[in-house]
């Protein structure tokens, strides 16, 4: 017995030793003429052997007369051999002999990269690409896929990767097509065969910039005989760098050309040619508020121009803004409309003068007749409402609302607005009832009243999803219709941008009023927790989607209104991972009863709710991005203990594994304990510029006890 427990013993021993390194057999050494690549003499052991084609990308690795090593796709040609003896170093495996090779398979499947990648033509829209066919192909290659990603860019979104398969392994250009302009974009190229995609090649390159968007025409505030003062609105660009502005002169009557790579003269150069117009001044986009208010004509040189005096023939000028996009030797323009005098007036200063007086009565009589005509109506209203019960007038309420609560609110500078809610439904869409279906379902109970899932069609006939807040406003309370039309009226002012949940419109009936709101796909909390079963959450997108929702704060900053219920239970996701921003205004009643201290900035502990810390919460939601859903200072049981060690103690949510250490700093200067030390939300819009490593472990716990009221 003892005998054939040892035969089977070395038995599995010699099967342990051939196969250790993926030993695939003997083979009869091909001839000299077909002899595979070598690559290392003396490897020492297979392993060594092995590792070398691996990183060349070849399938199998030959070894021979126990120290040359070989690269090869395909091996067995002349057949078996039984001629293979042990290796010199490494007496348990084998390599080969002087007429034999010992095949071992390197795990390699897939080809090498694509050769020689390059961008050989640039385009507004598009890049024209070429490439070479992979040096080793193990197998045939069956397509290419081409991917760009935007790396840099002036776009108010964020730009979703573009990618496309081109067939066949003859293929070596494509065009890259719907492009942003004026982007820096990663490409690469992949190589398709029967067992999956290579390893990447890559190149960097920009596509063309293209013209501002059109500003606004300038506002004349004052003019004089030699001199014109106007306002000039901001320019915006999202093809481009806004590099400078330029404000033109132009003859009345003229219309001068606005090709987007027009470039006009300066004011002696117009004289010397007989030119109906000139540059009168430029100044660099970045000193737009030093020159937001220009005075045409004093005489001093704005930017190199010279801005001289109004004199004829431009005494009395049409007055243009035209926005300048440059980079290196690529300048796009874009023109505004003219303000000013298109024609010379035939009047002379008396008859002016005379025009003038007789306009000034006429305002004066109608001025008059208006007020009067409101003290009688004013009067009139009175009457009708001392007839009425006092809950039957709160749709139409009186003086300054503010805001009491610290879910979102704008800034108590507020001034009156008389017939408030007439005004909030002048601003609206009201969306006629067969327009818009509610589900029966009850999805939450919100401050005033129950919130529902439900489509509305708009005016084209397309219908889409959104939630419904159903409103019984006739049985508000007067204090609980200001927070309601207050909350209203902060949807309004975000207006519609691609990464907010914009307010589409009400719905009125004798009994309800219908707020209907868009809604997102997704909810990204929901998504991430998602990625912790197997529902893959790409990693790519992280900084991608983090850029955006920075983009949606800093807009809703400008407009005053200030967001401090953020976290990634805030934030909607659609289909393409393109974030969109909810919990303001009214929206704020649809989220979950959160528990908030762990998204809470110091500051706004105790006494201080007010204070806009949202660049705090904002971190706090790229971890959650970078955990995968993971609780914030899970460790933490109690809110107390929680405001106790970010106040008391300093502490802060910790550096996760798969987190680089540029995204970590970024982190940390907005959990800066000086408010005026953090970044700006439009600093963090350029987060996606740093680069983001796959998240391999989810280390940090998700405890919804601990996030949610239950």
């Given at each position: 017995?003892?005998?054939?427990?040892?035969?089977?013993?070395?038995?599995?021993?010699?099967?342990?030793?051939?196969?250790?390194?993926?030993?695939?057999?003997?083979?009869?050494?091909?001839?000299?003429?077909?002899?595979?690549?070598?690559?290392?003499?003396?490897?020492?052991?297979?392993?060594?052997?092995?590792k070398e084609c691996l990183s060349r990308y070849y399938m199998y690795a030959g070894l021979m007369k126990g120290q040359q090593c070989y690269c090869m796709s395909t091996y067995g040609r002349n057949g078996l051999s039984n001629g293979c003896s042990t290796c010199i170093d490494d007496k348990k495996s084998l390599c080969g002999s002087h007429d034999s090779i010992s095949i071992y398979s390197t795990g390699q499947k897939v080809s090498s990269?694509?050769?020689?990648?390059?961008?050989?033509?640039?385009?507004?829209?598009?890049?024209?690409?070429?490439?070479?066919?992979?040096?080793?192909?193990?197998?045939?290659?069956?397509?290419?896929?081409?991917?760009?990603?935007?790396?840099?860019?002036?776009?108010?979104?964020?730009?979703?990767?573009?990618?496309?398969?081109?067939?066949?392994?003859?293929?070596?250009?494509?065009?890259?097509?719907?492009?942003?302009?004026?982007?820096?974009?990663?490409?690469?190229?992949?190589?398709?065969?029967?067992?999956?995609?290579?390893?990447?090649?890559?190149?960097?390159?920009?596509?063309?910039?293209?013209?501002?968007?059109?500003?606004?025409?300038?506002?004349?505030?004052?003019?004089?005989?030699?001199?014109?003062?106007?306002?000039?609105?901001?320019?915006?660009?999202?093809?481009?760098?806004?590099?400078?502005?330029?404000?033109?002169?132009?003859?009345?009557?003229?219309?001068?050309?606005?090709?987007?790579?027009?470039?006009?003269?300066?004011?002696?150069?117009?004289?010397?040619?007989?030119?109906?117009?000139?540059?009168?001044?430029?100044?660099?986009?970045?000193?737009?508020?030093?020159?937001?208010?220009?005075?045409?004509?004093?005489?001093?040189?704005?930017?190199?121009?010279?801005?001289?005096?109004?004199?004829?023939?431009?005494?009395?000028?049409?007055?243009?803004?035209?926005?300048?996009?440059?980079?290196?030797?690529?300048?796009?323009?874009?023109?505004?409309?003219?303000?000013?005098?298109?024609?010379?007036?035939?009047?002379?200063?008396?008859?002016?003068?005379?025009?003038?007086?007789?306009?000034?009565?006429?305002?004066?009589?109608?001025?008059?007749?208006?007020?009067?005509?409101?003290?009688?109506?004013?009067?009139?209203?009175?009457?009708?409402?001392?007839?009425?019960?006092?809950?039957?007038?709160?749709?139409?309420?009186?003086?300054?609302?503010?805001?009491?609560?610290?879910?979102?609110?704008?800034?108590?500078?507020?001034?009156?607005?008389?017939?408030?809610?007439?005004?909030?439904?002048?601003?609206?869409?009201?969306?006629?009832?067969?327009?818009?279906?509610?589900?029966?379902?009850?999805?939450?109970?919100?401050?005033?009243?129950?919130?529902?899932?439900?489509?509305?069609?708009?005016?084209?006939?397309?219908?889409?999803?959104?939630?419904?807040?159903?409103?019984?406003?006739?049985?508000?309370?007067?204090?609980?219709?200001?927070?309601?039309?207050?909350?209203?009226?902060?949807?309004?002012?975000?207006?519609?941008?691609?990464?907010?949940?914009?307010?589409?419109?009400?719905?009125?009936?004798?009994?309800?009023?219908?707020?209907?709101?868009?809604?997102?796909?997704?909810?990204?909390?929901?998504?991430?927790?998602?990625?912790?079963?197997?529902?893959?959450?790409?990693?790519?997108?992280?900084?991608?989607?983090?850029?955006?929702i920075a983009m949606g704060l800093n807009y809703l900053e400008a407009h005053k209104i200030i967001h401090s219920h953020l976290c990634a239970r805030s934030i909607g996701l659609t289909d393409d991972f393109v974030p969109k921003i909810m919990g303001f205004g009214i929206g704020k009643h649809a989220l979950d009863d959160l528990k908030l201290a762990r998204w809470t900035a110091p500051e706004r502990f105790g006494h201080k709710k007010h204070?806009?810390?949202?660049?705090?919460?904002?971190?706090?939601?790229?971890?959650?991005?970078?955990?995968?859903?993971?609780?914030?200072?899970?460790?933490?049981?109690?809110?107390?203990?929680?405001?106790?060690?970010?106040?008391?103690?300093?502490?802060?949510?910790?550096?996760?594994?798969?987190?680089?250490?540029?995204?970590?700093?970024?982190?940390?200067?907005?959990?800066?304990?000086?408010?005026?030390?953090?970044?700006?939300?439009?600093?963090?819009?350029?987060?996606?510029?740093?680069?983001?490593?796959?998240?391999?472990?989810?280390?940090?716990?998700?405890?919804?006890?601990?996030?949610?009221?239950?």
């Amino acid at each position: 017995m003892l005998k054939y427990l040892l035969i089977i013993g070395l038995c599995g021993c010699f099967i342990n030793l051939t196969f250790a390194e993926d030993y695939i057999g003997c083979f009869k050494s091909p001839p000299e003429s077909e002899e595979p690549l070598l690559v290392i003499t003396n490897p020492r052991a297979p392993v060594f052997c092995v590792k070398e084609c691996l990183s060349r990308y070849y399938m199998y690795a030959g070894l021979m007369k126990g120290q040359q090593c070989y690269c090869m796709s395909t091996y067995g040609r002349n057949g078996l051999s039984n001629g293979c003896s042990t290796c010199i170093d490494d007496k348990k495996s084998l390599c080969g002999s002087h007429d034999s090779i010992s095949i071992y398979s390197t795990g390699q499947k897939v080809s090498s990269p694509p050769r020689r990648l390059r961008v050989i033509n640039n385009k507004l829209e598009s890049l024209n690409i070429t490439w070479q066919l992979p040096d080793i192909t193990n197998g045939n290659i069956t397509s290419y896929i081409v991917r760009a990603v935007a790396l840099e860019t002036h776009a108010f979104y964020p730009l979703q990767p573009v990618q496309l398969q081109v067939q066949g392994e003859s293929s070596d250009s494509t065009l890259l097509t719907n492009l942003q302009p004026g982007t820096k974009y990663n490409i690469s190229v992949t190589a398709v065969n029967a067992n999956g995609e290579s390893h990447p090649s890559y190149t960097i390159d920009w596509t063309l910039i293209g013209p501002p968007e059109k500003p606004d025409k300038p506002k004349i505030i004052q003019q004089s005989s030699s001199t014109v003062v106007v306002e000039l609105a901001e320019g915006k660009s999202q093809n481009g760098p806004l590099s400078s502005y330029q404000v033109i002169i132009i003859h009345p009557g003229t219309i001068p050309p606005k090709q987007i790579d027009i470039t006009y003269p300066d004011y002696h150069t117009a004289i010397k040619d007989d030119l109906p117009f000139y540059v009168t001044g430029e100044f660099n986009a970045n000193e737009y508020y030093k020159y937001k208010r220009f005075i045409i004509g004093d005489g001093q040189k704005v930017g190199g121009y010279y801005n001289a005096p109004l004199q004829e023939p431009f005494n009395r000028p049409q007055v243009g803004l035209v926005l300048v996009s440059r980079i290196g030797n690529e300048i796009k323009y874009s023109h505004s409309d003219f303000a000013g005098h298109s024609f010379e007036s035939s009047a002379g200063p008396d008859d002016l003068a005379i025009g003038l007086y007789i306009a000034i009565a006429l305002f004066s009589i109608l001025l008059i007749a208006a007020i009067s005509g409101y003290f009688i109506l004013r009067k009139r209203h009175e009457q009708i409402r001392m007839t009425k019960l006092p809950e039957q007038q709160e749709l139409t309420l009186q003086g300054p609302m503010y805001e009491v609560d610290n879910m979102a609110y704008i800034p108590e500078d507020v001034p009156e607005r008389p017939n408030h809610y007439q005004n909030l439904k002048s601003k609206v869409w009201n969306i006629p009832k067969n327009f818009l279906t509610v589900e029966p379902a009850v999805i939450r109970r919100g401050r005033f009243g129950n919130i529902h899932m439900g489509t509305v069609q708009d005016k084209d006939g397309n219908s889409s999803r959104v939630l419904i807040h159903s409103i019984d406003d006739k049985n508000l309370r007067a204090s609980e219709k200001r927070h309601m039309l207050r909350d209203l009226d902060v949807c309004i002012k975000a207006g519609k941008i691609n990464c907010l949940t914009s307010f589409i419109g009400n719905c009125e009936t004798p009994e309800i009023l219908y707020v209907v709101q868009e809604t997102a796909t997704h909810n990204l909390k929901l998504r991430l927790i998602a990625a912790r079963s197997g529902d893959v959450f790409p990693y790519e997108f992280i900084l991608t989607i983090g850029s955006s929702i920075a983009m949606g704060l800093n807009y809703l900053e400008a407009h005053k209104i200030i967001h401090s219920h953020l976290c990634a239970r805030s934030i909607g996701l659609t289909d393409d991972f393109v974030p969109k921003i909810m919990g303001f205004g009214i929206g704020k009643h649809a989220l979950d009863d959160l528990k908030l201290a762990r998204w809470t900035a110091p500051e706004r502990f105790g006494h201080k709710k007010h204070n806009p810390a949202v660049v705090w919460s904002f971190a706090v939601v790229i971890w959650e991005m970078m955990s995968m859903g993971g609780t914030p200072y899970h460790n933490l049981e109690d809110e107390c203990d929680v405001e106790e060690a970010v106040v008391e103690k300093n502490v802060r949510l910790l550096q996760l594994r798969d987190m680089p250490d540029p995204i970590y700093e970024v982190l940390m200067s907005c959990w800066h304990d000086n408010a005026d030390e953090r970044p700006t939300f439009d600093e963090l819009s350029r987060l996606n510029t740093l680069s983001v490593v796959p998240i391999t472990a989810i280390t940090e716990p998700y405890v919804p006890e601990l996030e949610l009221n239950n």
